[in-house]
């Protein structure tokens, strides 16, 4: 079956503290991995995508995530966090040309000044 | 000039209306969709078309209608609304090869 999973529903880390937020899947095919954030009221903005090769991708915010196929895991992390950067962040998994992307249930961020 | 728009972005009414949101893109995308957030933020698909075709139709009860009368839209039609149907609905847009999907800003549907 194929799936997202975020274990972890709340996070709070203090503003300059480091981030990571997990991510595990399952998918038959080979999958394409992306991060997106969304801020309260507002729709989903694309952090970061993996399709292949280097499996340390940067994205946009100061945001990395890295793949890990023996893991079936794509963390997102950032070394300094930003108060700014509070916000819901979701995983999600899809392939090439299937136009379904399956989503995690999403990761709520908060930071503490 | 947003990428990807819908309207409205409130919709309180009554159990057995029905009511219609509107989506628009203006990034040239082949392919659209319709997403579904519940209360807990879980995010499902609901419809996809690409070139105007339904290309994907996930088990939604038929009292949903989408309707892309261009690639550059994509309406939701909902028949008989139930308790149920209250979420926050996003359209979206992608462009083959990308893979990215870009989001509007969602409408919030309360049934009262």
């Known amino acids: 079956a194929q799936s997202v999973t975020q274990p972890d529903i709340h996070i709070t880390v203090s503003e300059g503290a480091s981030l990571e937020l997990r991510c595990n899947y399952s998918?038959?095919?080979?999958?394409?991995l992306f991060w997106y954030v969304q801020s309260p009221g507002q729709g989903l903005q694309l952090l970061l995508k993996y399709f292949s090769g280097d499996t340390l991708v940067q994205g946009i915010k100061g945001f990395e995530a890295e793949f890990k196929r023996s893991q079936s895991s794509f963390n997102l992390r950032k070394p300094s966090v930003h108060w700014s950067d509070a916000a819901e962040y979701f995983c999600a998994v899809g392939a090439r040309g299937t136009y379904k992307y399956i989503f995690g249930t999403g990761t709520r961020l908060k930071v503490l000044a | 000039d947003t990428a990807v728009s819908q309207t409205p972005k409130y919709l309180v009414t009554q159990m057995g209306n029905d009511k219609s949101i509107k989506c628009e893109q203006n990034?040239?995308?082949?392919?659209m969709y319709w997403y579904k957030q519940d209360s807990k933020k879980f995010l499902k698909i609901m419809f996809s078309y690409n070139n105007k075709e339904l290309i994907i139709n996930e088990t939604v009860p038929n009292r949903f209608s989408p309707k892309s009368p261009d690639k550059a839209h994509l309406n939701l039609h909902i028949n008989s609304l139930e308790l149920g149907d209250s979420a926050v609905y996003f359209c979206a847009s992608s462009q083959a090869g990308t893979e990215e999907l870009f989001f509007g800003e969602g409408s919030r549907l309360t049934v009262l």
């Open positions: 998918y038959g095919a080979t999958p394409y």
């Open positions: 990034l040239g995308h082949d392919t």
